[in-house]
């Protein structure tokens, strides 16, 4: 079974989405640091509760996925933009990829 043609083919696009995705996550942290790098130029908050809830809600509209699904992937991902804006802003000097 493992080595079906068909599950094979299926894999090797599976992986190819994969990477998209990462490559849009590694493109979205390219803005996210200049976010931070404006919102500490500007004395801003890091969180914006409102904007986070706006992101997250938008993106129910935009697919058929489970909206629980949605807001799961979008948590983790704003999450972890925060703690990069937190690094940036906080521990300019100590801050490294």
Partial sequence: MLNNPELQEIRKKIDIQDNIILKALE???TLVKKVAEIKKANNLPIR????????IESKYKKTSLPKEFIKKLYKLIIDNSVSLEEKIIWNPKKYQN
């Fill in 27 to 29: 493109e979205r942290l």
């Fill in 48 to 55: 914006d509760l409102a904007r986070e809830k706006e992101v």
